[in-house]
RNA sequence: GGCCCCGUCGUCUAGUCUGGCUUAGGACACUGGCCUUUCACGCCUGUAACACGGGUUCAAAUCCCGUCGGGGUCACCA
């Protein structure tokens, strides 16, 4: 209460006031890359401002299973470090934190609106409006309502009730004014009153509509700033007209901008995957997810598996470092050359001044070049154990890989380096684990680099023998006896070394070829040989 | 269409408030080159932008006006 009081007597930005702000998506199965990036800011904000950052569920419009619906949402918040300190799961001074089961409080507010005066009930019916609506557009006029069935007395609720009539509460708003927000991302804007519509905020059956439930829950739970999508500029004026009839001191707004399809300033949308899809490097990245999902035997639903929705990324092994980081420049810079922040430094640094006013695309690449970045930070000790989950799921390893697996995977992602960017890339050497008699060869390489060239055959006939009765098998003996075969013979050393990966790996790319051998072991590099020699 | 917002390299952006420090800087991507057993990494290098038009000023990406372009929103959705 000492708080409110205090808000009203001076302007938040010059109190010392707690900074609350929210994130507040309706549970729609899936957490959408803008969503996040928005829940990101306002997290950021709280933080940097030593303020609380709560979690709220805006389920007015009552689906069947809010649980579920909601699962998805919490993981991905979760999984990128965005956590609340109010709401689901942990609750707090304010609870309920779903608006489904705040629904007195709404009533009340309306109740409480209807009695000073700021609202109506109106027993309109739809198909009146919508013609009003259509007189208005054909008489090449803005729509307003003319109020028509507002009752004005308990006579007119009497009369309309008797037609059989049932009744909306509807805002009574300003007709002529204009209101000024000082908006902290976008600064001054205006709204002229007279645009604007008697809008509904509660149902004929005492439902509320969101802007009535969105206002009292601001308020109750005492939010300071409302950071949002910039979507929600144009509710604005009804929101701080609802505020204000309730005498609700006025939060601060910060309206960010959307995050864009990739290549346009359209806003990003789960709905239009198939239209991203016609962007090269859209489908490039969708393309490599997909590789890894088959590979793992994952069902591919397209629901679900979209790299606009968070979900994408956890499930094929991206970094959540990397997806927050890029997330942040995604509308945010603190100056012309920073570009990598831990958590720390973007606490420290955030602010909302600094946020831009004009939409960002997405951008793949960019995000792909932050995965790369932070993954070649992390020592392979510590990516092993990211990528061991994956092994197991493909089937590559037991469940969880035993302790020899282990060690090989750990050797793998080694030897692999950098070319691990997701952990799912694990799986692309998967050759490592199948049984000798069982591995399958890419057909052009087979070609390419044993078929065709006479020498191969011949050659690795040779290296073969040498492998036999080598002293040791690691790779550096392997590189030395490897080149001195090679000299031997008078080769190049290219004229064996891509038949002799094509033979034991079955590709024709991968790392280093001695530490390929290596991790195979004498016996399957010589077994692979032989039944490559015998397939050519 | 009304209202509102936005407009610097292909993309993310610095610079705009407080005009000169800017031959407009950085990053991603892309060119070319080096390295090299493939792939990848790394290193070097190059291309590339102030939407347009008028003002104001000694000086404008930066201030003013207009135009054009893009987007958001106009529900008994959230």
């Known amino acids: 209460m000492a708080v409110r009081r205090l808000a009203l007597a001076c302007p938040v930005e010059m109190t010392e006031m707690t900074v609350r702000t929210r994130f507040a998506p309706s549970p729609t199965g899936y957490l959408h890359i803008g969503g996040v990036r928005t829940a990101l800011f306002c997290w950021l904000f709280a933080r940097k401002h030593g303020g609380q950052f709560v979690l709220r569920i805006d389920d007015t419009d009552q689906q069947r299973n809010v649980d579920e619906a909601l699962r998805p949402i919490l993981d991905g918040l979760r999984w990128l470090g965005i956590d609340w300190d109010e709401g689901p799961d942990v609750d707090g001074p304010h609870a309920p934190y779903f608006q489904s089961q705040r629904g007195e409080r709404y009533a009340a507010a309306a109740e409480s609106l209807l009695a000073s005066g700021h609202a109506y009930r109106d027993y309109a019916t739809t198909e009146e409006i919508q013609a009003e609506r259509e007189a208005a557009q054909n008489a090449k006029q803005q729509f307003r309502y003319s109020r028509r069935w507002m009752a004005n007395s308990p006579e007119d609720d009497e009369r309309f009730r008797a037609e059989g009539r049932e009744a909306v ?26 645009s604007e519509q008697d809008h509904v905020i509660q149902r004929a059956d005492g439902s509320p509509l969101y802007h009535l ?39 601060q707004y910060a ?28 489908a490039k990245l969708m393309a490599h ?9 994952r069902a591919i639903e397209a629901d679900t598996f979209n790299p606009v929705i968070v979900d994408f990324y956890r499930d094929v092994g991206y970094l959540p470092e990397a997806i927050v980081n890029y997330l942040l420049l995604l509308g945010w810079s603190l100056d012309d050359k920073t570009e990598f922040f831990d958590r720390a430094a973007m606490v420290e640094n955030f602010s909302l001044a600094r946020v831009n006013k004009a939409p960002a695309s997405f951008d793949p690449q960019k995000l792909v070049a932050f995965q790369q970045h932070y993954m070649h930070q992390l020592a392979a000790e510590s990516i092993t154990p990211l990528v061991e989950p994956y092994a197991a799921e493909a089937g590559m390893t037991a469940a969880p890989p035993n302790a020899d697996e282990q060690k090989k995977l750990a050797r793998i992602v080694t030897a692999a380096g950098d070319r691990i960017t997701v952990a799912g890339d694990v799986l692309d050497y998967g050759y490592f684990f199948t049984a000798d008699d069982a591995l399958e060869y890419d057909e052009k390489a087979f070609e390419k680099r044993l078929r065709k060239p006479d020498d191969a055959a011949d050659l690795l006939r040779g290296f073969a023998d040498e492998l036999a009765a080598a002293p040791s098998f690691d790779a550096a003996s392997l590189d030395a006896l490897l080149h001195a075969y090679v000299e031997r013979r008078g080769i190049n050393i290219g004229q064996i070394i891509h038949a002799l990966r094509v033979a034991t790996t079955g590709q024709a790319v991968g790392f280093g070829m001695f530490d390929t051998l290596a991790i195979l072991g004498r016996e399957s590099t010589r077994a692979r040989i032989e039944r490559a020699l015998s397939l050519i």
Do not use: C
Not at 175 to 180: A, S
Not at 216 to 239: F, K, Y
Not at 289 to 297: F, S
């Open 169 to 194: 509460v509807r805002l009574k708003m300003p007709t002529d004014g204009k209101l000024v927000i000082d908006d902290l991302v976008r600064g001054r804007v205006e709204f002229d009153w007279s």
């Open 213 to 251: 439930a969105s206002v009292v829950d601001d308020h109750d739970m005492g939010i300071t700033h409302v950071v949002r999508a910039e979507e929600h500029l144009s509710n604005t004026p009804r929101q701080v007209f609802i505020a204000e009839a309730l005498g609700f001191p006025r939060p």
């Open 255 to 282: 309206h960010l901008p959307y995050v864009a399809e990739p290549g346009s300033k359209n806003k990003l949308s789960k709905r239009k995957l198939d239209k991203y899809l016609k962007n090269a490097d859209f």
């Open 289 to 297: 997810g997909e590789a890894i999902a088959r590979r793992l035997g």
